[in-house]
């Protein structure tokens, strides 16, 4: 009933930069927080940054001041906004929203985006 596509991955030079998106579709009634994830081979998914719906914004520490997380409502659309990107940003990129369907308005639950790749070349 809900469906998340994300854009915007791809091969980037190191010091490169790539924006991402991700629009949700379906019975929705509320978006709260909406997030990205990234996981690189071997190792567990990270938060890599989120944003609620007030607009206030998490980022890790490994990520600050390079990226921008940011949201546009009526489009049930979040985005990520990567600059200085390094190699060891290489990962696939997973969007994640908290969601409150048409059918059920009490509680939310976390719906996930299919995955981009992002990788960036030394």
């Known amino acids: 009933q809900v469906q998340l596509v994300e854009s915007g991955g791809g091969l980037v030079q190191s010091g490169g930069s790539l924006r991402l998106s991700c629009a949700a579709s379906g019975n929705i009634f509320i978006i709260n927080t909406m997030a990205w994830y990234r996981q690189a081979p071997g190792q567990q998914r990270e938060l890599v940054a989120a944003?609620?719906?007030?607009?206030?914004?998490t980022y890790a520490d490994s990520v600050k001041g390079r990226f921008t997380i940011s949201r546009d409502n009526a489009k049930n659309t979040v985005y990520l906004q990567m600059n200085s990107l390094k190699p060891e940003d290489t990962a696939v990129y997973y969007c994640?929203?908290?969601?409150?369907?048409?059918?059920?308005?009490?509680?939310?639950?976390?719906?996930w985006g299919q995955g981009t790749q992002v990788t960036v070349s030394s």
């Open positions: 944003i609620t719906s007030g607009g206030s914004t």
């Open positions: 994640q929203f908290n969601i409150m369907t048409m059918r059920d308005r009490l509680l939310e639950y976390p719906y």
